[in-house]
């Protein structure tokens, strides 16, 4: 080793946004190799990349100095870092005052405001390029001395610009003039010179310039890394002296982000009480509640055992701040679900945090809370998705803005930003841009690989193509701005800005930490989140419906449990609108899987994810599970493991366990690996545990395909982590959905339109499901409907009535208006205009969704006569009394009648569902005789081919099913599963792509009761629903021709209808998009 | 209007997108395009997702109507009375010009023919009314005459489209069901104006002649080109050169009224025996100085051959540009040198202008400079006479001192006594067989190579340039490609050319 000690204190890392061209963990890993003595990391005007950088370098074993680099806003720059605790405090105070004074992402911190943070803090002053000659150096100096006096140094660097030596030897007189050492750096901004293309397209993507018009704004040369000492000591050989104040500067340095310890706030504790013992107060009160009849002994065991753990761990402050969230919501009837390691527990049951009876799912306490990994549970909380910011602003106004802050979420480049950024600084033409990311489906990590390239006609050899490739590879997972979490919440005891900096949020009213969920974690500071769930407003609302027309009050946790019946419609895969299990996935699995216990919920809500796919566990679970196969466990010390899931790992837990039984893992070696997959992603040292990981298993007599598999299932983790504790809480709302589903179909969907945006499905989707369940539905009508959807009397029970909420494009003022004026009844469109004082645009709004059915007036009379209302406010009430307008002539006998076609398609227009009728039986002469009805899919034989028709409902292409395409497609009769493999949607790009209504024709493939239909030939029928749209009607004798794309353009086929405006604008407006997810 | 543009392959669909928001959005589509699915509005990327081989190429409003202009222009063969119609049509009002055609129908077929020749695809219509006329051509089918009396009938068919109302009236007129305009006669005037507004129930009077609908009429164009025939041949120079003054003398004026400068001037002399004789010469900038021009085109006079005789001779402006008259002022002045540099740029200028005239205008070139580190791209010939719109580079200032003098080629240097450090230049060296004892030495200045493309000669990768001194006062820029070369691990061991004389300073 080298007896020069050298430590580098002038470095950005990538959070230095589209500047610093190296991760913190490259930086401590290159300085360690190098020989560094310590590091100093130090961002702009920042600390957000520090948490990062200290886990790095504890893992690696190098000294770091944290720090920030403060460019002052009035003139400077300067690098702080503080010396210990209360210096860092300050410095943190200091950046949170520059960055809430300045728009979200920039800092306005001024050297004016230095005095009063400056204890404690070592400065270094860095010059410009012109050094000594720029005289106000020299007087930002005098006043940085006066203000720390010996904490003050002044950096030198070399530029290799030419004129290294003048600026040196000019900065070395400055300081031995005033007094101030000389301290030698390198000025770096990447850990290797290979960084230099890198950190050149980034000075391109800062500056919004190609790399062909830099110019000079590019870096001369790659010399901006870290060096080895040898070489700086060669470098400063004159100056020896700066040299040494590096180290200097690091021992006087003594301050590691280990010392923020956290302090839970004290607000939660009851006086009088130490946390533990408010904790076992109100323990034992919640299991009296939950138990009227007596505490059951297993649960009393299961209690003084959690609480002895608590007690040994002190975590009773981290349960008593979360039971006094739910304390809040549940006095205000907020429903709310705790999901999370710890919010399984029976202690947990007892607060009412979660509402999963833990005797149902029998999770092991110290499986989440682990006295090894000494780091708080983690619980979340769900709540109700339209409530969710009342308990945000109790969280406010309990422990004040300076001591609650959101954690932020760091945006990182992901593949296609990263080909747009890099594109256009290569100077890359649009076009190529856009079809290298076009050809790319959703997101990913992986990159593009070369062979893509060739098939989309690029040239993989083209030199300018291929280093882009290499940079967009770089550039991906590089940090570009703070965004703010979705709800997780830091609460301290003292002053949160002395923690971590905090800036403005995009959102008004809203401050972020610097540090993101990841960072918060690998401190061990508590972060709660507070996170909004449709579905429990959904319940909420069921709830409510019950209550009110049934007269029966349920609970989360008083539902009646493992109901049979809940569990034969599961296994129908009856399961729209049910939480979680509904999407086509699911749905195609539940079948499979049929459910019939509450623990099968959960594990069918973990399966089916890209970890255990990723992993190739689904299928050997289905075997064994339905006993095709025997579980076969690889030991006995692994059938503890995974007995509950069959021998086949699935959740979390289970992977970190079997590190630690199969793979000899301490626990905190088990938690350190799933962070490094999750959070860290690019420390490098994911090698390292899948060498340790498979050779330790290969040791301990596993098979090596074992233990890849359950590697690979890690790794899948670290993307998609689903823990078992996650699936419990998720589990239960599955349950309470789908009963509520199964033994209140009108409660359920009513519940579920009042609370859209939510789920998988569109409203018209839940409409039908639910006719389709008996259910009478009933438009909306200005003197029936509220603003929500409602339960009326039916002809068998209750029929819902659809709320004004589902009218397009009126407001809900506008809705509760017209319920709350509505007296009578309104008899006439003026009289609903006069009464409820709406604008003309809701009348107009109103007469589009033909909500004006009890009035006999139909949808074109009514805006007809809306359209007729002079002026822009009615008149007031007395004088319309006074003098009645003279009856008019009544024109709209002179309308245009609407044809069935034309009032079905304003119907989706309006409400994006019809009642009246299905456009498919419509459109069915039109379409001829060969197309088979959805609804008799499940009569024709496997394997058969068939031709099926539908409106596109929604298409997939799931991350993990290569290159496929799921369209799910409706007619009068039912739905219809359409699998599009790559090379038909290659063939029928722009139909699969586009078509609003298409006709299928393929193969019949069915598993258990699911059917597919795998496309061979598709048809683009859409220009169908423009004829329909236009009014042109279709005779059962199927006059009109079938258009299809793959002769020529469909429309040339339409012109001899009259068409109203342009021609294929007019579905646009008319007919809903199909929601697809990518 | 869509017409064929160059470096636009022919066989791919083609869209025209404009920028909004920082996207590129489709504005117009052609037939292919049309008919695979792209719509104007719709996202280029989105339209690519359908049609993978869609063609691209930016909008311009302003070329759309400068060819809907020269379009005008041409119409001026059907009629005097033009008007633009929308951005996308003309209205030309043929009262008593049928005739000269052979009838309505038969002058409609020889437009259509004509257009369709110089590559536009047209819709055409001849009807009592503009609004009428317009209806049909832009909606109707198969009727394109229509007889006097017959408009009514004509139009109850077509879609209220065709009146071209608002977007917000058209959307309500189809929400009520209206598909044909017919279905509007019935309902009384103020019940549709108080729903729809008074513009549909004026346009829909206007297309049905019951309420006037004057064209604005276009005045006729005035071409940048002067004539002047003679009674008799003429052949001798200063003929030429009278005729010539007479013609540039009426050309500037013309510009002047105009606000235009030309960049570019032809001089078509046409003989006696039916031959054309063609002399022209470009500015440096647009023009209309009459003394300027007479001595630029004195200069070049000879190359005319009479031949048998001149009886036409034609002066034509091409590339005009405003030129307003300050600009002229400042630019063109060209008298006294009272007023600075605006004179002397003008002044030289014109000297560039007659330089050009003599050795062609692609030989005259300037050295200008290049945003770059590497000191080979720092600057480039370019042609001085320039067209405009290519941008000035800004000027090179690097900080720290080059030489004014960049050898073409570095040429090798013989180390004669190596300095303790292999780094640092070297303490004698030679160049050209003449030994320098080095004194002082600044630097290193290190460069390195481009790594976006391939720099001739920076293979090895980075260089260190350093400022030496000779005893004798003489300064050299020398430089030594690194030996070290961290980042090309392939080139490590390669022949290490040792040090180079980059450039010399005075």
Known sequence: ?1078 | MRRDRPGLEADRPLALTREIAGRAVIAAVDTWADAAGAVPGMGLADARAIIPDLAHAPYSAEEDVDCLKALADWAGRYSPFIALDGPDGLALDITGCAHLFGGEAAMLADARERLAAQGFTARLAIADTPGGAAALARAGRGLPVVAPKGLRAALQDLPPAALRPDGETLSALARLGFKRIGELYPLPSAELARRFGRDLVTKLDRALGLAPDPLTILPPPKPNRVRLGFPDPVGLRDDIEAGLDRLLAHLCTRLGERGLGARRFVLTCHRADSTVARLGLGTARPSRDLEHLKRLFGQRLEEIDPGFGIDLMILAAEDTETLSAERLQTGFAGTGGSQGKPAQDSRLTALWDRIAARIGPGNLVALSALDSHLPDRCQTVRPLLAPPGLPEHRSATHGVERPPLLLGQPERLGVLEAGDDPARPPRRLRWRGQAHRLTHALGPERISPDWWRAAPGWANGARDYWRVEDEAGRRFWIFRERADRPHRPDLMGADDPGWMLAGIFA
């Not at chain 1, 050779?695 to 983790?717: H, K, P, S, V």
């Not at chain 1, 739905?975 to 029928?988: P, S």
Request: net charge negative; charged share 25%.
């Open chain 1, 1 to 1078: 080793m080298s007896s020069i000690a050298y430590a580098e204190l002038q470095v950005l890392s990538n959070f230095s946004f589209l500047e610093g061209a190296s991760h913190a963990d490259e930086l401590v890993l290159q300085a360690k190799a190098l020989g560094l003595a310590a590091l100093g990391i130090a961002d702009r005007n920042s600390l957000a990349g520090v948490v990062r950088a200290h886990v790095a370098a504890k893992t690696h074993g190098l000294r770091l100095l944290v720090g920030a680099r403060l460019d002052f806003s009035d003139g400077g720059s300067l690098i702080a870092y503080p010396i210990d605790r209360p210096a860092y405090a300050r410095l943190s105070r200091l950046i949170t005052l520059g960055r809430r004074r300045a728009e979200k992402g920039q800092a306005d911190i001024r050297l004016s405001d230095l005095p009063d943070y400056a204890e404690g803090l070592i400065l270094i002053a860095l010059p410009g390029l012109d050094g000594a000659r720029d005289r106000a150096l020299a007087r930002r100096l005098v006043r940085l001395k006066r203000m720390a006096d010996d904490r003050v140094y002044l950096a030198a660097a070399w530029r290799f610009d030419g004129q290294d030596q003048e600026r040196l030897d000019g900065l070395a007189v400055l300081a031995e003039r005033m007094g101030i050492p000389l301290l030698a750096t390198n000025d770096v901004i990447a850990h290797a010179p290979a960084r230099r293309a890198l950190a050149d397209v980034l000075t391109c993507i800062r500056e919004k310039t190609s790399i062909d018009n830099a110019g000079r704004l590019l870096e001369r040369n790659a010399e901006r890394h870290l060096k080895q000492p040898q070489e700086m000591a060669r470098l400063f050989a004159p100056w020896p002296d700066a040299i040494a104040r590096t180290m200097e500067i690091a021992e006087r340095v003594t301050f590691s982000l280990d010392e923020l310890a956290y302090e839970y706030p004290d607000e939660i504790v009851e006086p009088g009480k130490t946390p533990q013992q408010s904790l076992e107060d109100m323990a034992w009160a919640g299991a009296r509640w939950r138990y009227p009849a007596g505490i059951p002994d297993k649960v009393r065991t299961a209690i003084e055992y959690e609480l002895r753990l608590i007690g040994q761990l002190n975590y009773a402050p981290y349960f008593l701040t979360v039971q006094e969230l739910v304390r809040f919501a549940k006095d205000n009837g907020i429903l709310h679900q705790g999901r999370g390691s710890a919010a399984n527990s029976t202690i947990c049951y007892c607060l009412d945090i979660t509402a999963v009876d833990p005797t149902l799912v029998n999770l092991l306490f110290e499986r989440f809370v682990s006295a090894e990994r000494g780091e708080p549970p983690d619980i979340d909380v769900d709540f109700e998705h339209e409530r969710r910011e009342e308990v945000i602003q109790h969280i406010y106004q309990t422990y004040g803005r300076d001591r609650a802050g959101l954690a932020a979420t760091v945006i990182s480049y992901r593949t296609r930003g990263a080909i747009r950024d890099v594109g256009k600084a290569l100077g890359l033409s649009e076009d190529v841009t856009a079809l290298i990311s076009s050809q790319i489906w959703g997101w990913s990590s992986e990159g593009v690989a070369p062979e893509r390239l060739a098939e989309i006609g690029l040239d993989p050899q083209d030199e300018r193509l291929r280093l882009a490739l290499v940079l967009v590879g770089e550039l991906m997972g590089f940090p570009r701005h703070l965004s703010q979490h979705v709800g997780g919440f830091v609460i301290t005891r003292g002053r949160l800005d002395e923690l971590c900096p905090i800036e403005n949020a995009a959102m008004e009213d809203r401050t972020v930490l610097e540090w993101d969920k990841d960072d918060l974690d690998a401190l061990g500071i508590l972060k709660i989140d507070v996170l909004a769930l449709g579905m429990l407003t959904c319940i909420h609302k069921a709830f409510d419906l019950l209550h009110s027309h049934y007269g029966k009050d349920y609970t989360l946790a008083t539902l009646p449990k493992e109901d049979l019946a809940v569990y034969d419609m599961l296994c129908k895969a009856d399961s729209i609108g049910v939480f979680q299990v509904e999407s086509r996935a699911q749905m195609a699995f539940l079948p499979r899987m049929q459910p019939r216990e509450f623990y099968d919920l959960v594990i069918e809500v973990a399966i089916v994810r890209p970890g255990p796919i990723q992993g190739n566990m689904v299928h050997p679970y289905l075997r064994r599970r339905s006993g095709a196969e025997e579980p076969d466990y690889p030991s006995e010390a692994l059938r503890d493991v995974l007995q509950r899931t069959l021998g086949v790992p699935l959740f979390q837990e289970q992977a970190m366990k079997i590190a630690i039984v199969a793979a000899g893992f301490s626990p905190a070696e088990a938690d350190k690996l799933r962070r490094s997959m999750a959070a860290f992603r690019r420390t490098g040292v994911i090698h390292q545990f899948r060498e340790k990981m498979i050779t330790g298993m290969l040791q301990n007599g596993y098979t090596a395909d074992f233990a890849e598999r359950c590697f690979r299932q890690i790794e899948g983790f670290g993307e998609y982590g689903f823990p078992e504790s996650h699936a419990a809480s998720f589990a239960l709302l599955v349950y309470v959905s789908a009963w509520l589903k199964r033994y209140y179909p009108a409660v359920f969907t009513a519940a579920l339109l009042n609370s859209q945006p939510m789920g998988f499905y569109a409203p018209a989707q839940l409409v039908r499901d639910a006719a389709e369940h008996g259910v009478e539905i009933r438009p909306p009508d200005i003197n029936r409907s509220a603003w929500d959807c409602t339960l009326e009397p039916g002809l068998k029970g209750y029929a819902l009535r659809l709320g004004l909420r589902q009218v397009k494009g009126l407001r809900q003022e506008d809705g509760e208006w017209i319920a709350a004026a509505r007296g009578n009844g309104y008899a006439t469109v003026d009289d609903l205009w006069r009464r409820a004082g709406l604008s003309r645009r809701a009348l107009e709004a109103l007469a589009d969704a033909d909500a004006f059915g009890s009035t006999e007036i139909g949808r074109r009379g009514a805006l007809w006569a809306v359209k007729g209302l002079t002026g822009d406010k009615p008149l007031p009430l007395f004088a319309a009394m006074g003098e009645e307008p003279e009856p008019l002539r009544d024109f709209s006998a002179l309308l245009p009648r609407a044809t069935a076609g034309e009032e079905v398609v304003a119907d989706y227009a309006s409400i994006r569902l019809s009642l009246k009728d299905h456009p498919l039986r419509l459109l069915r002469p039109a379409l001829g005789p060969s197309i088979v009805p959805a609804g008799q899919l499940v009569e024709m034989k496997n394997g058969s081919t068939v031709t099926a028709a539908g409106l596109v409902l929604v298409r997939q292409r799931p991350g993990s099913a290569a290159g496929v395409i799921f369209m799910t497609l409706e007619d009068e009769t039912g739905v219809c599963n359409v699998v599009v493999w790559t090379d038909k949607f290659e063939a029928y790009r722009r139909t699969v792509l586009q078509g609003r209504l298409v006709a299928v024709k393929g193969r019949l493939q069915r598993e258990k009761i699911v059917t597919h239909l795998i496309a061979e030939e598709i048809i683009d029928h859409s220009s169908l629903l423009d004829a329909l749209a236009a009014g042109h009607e279709f005779g059962a004798e199927g006059t009109m021709a079938v258009p299809s794309v793959t002769e020529a353009p469909s429309r040339n086929r339409l012109q001899a209808v009259p068409r109203p405006g342009h021609p294929r604008d007019q579905h646009r407006v008319l007919f809903p998009r199909s929601r697809d997810f990518h």
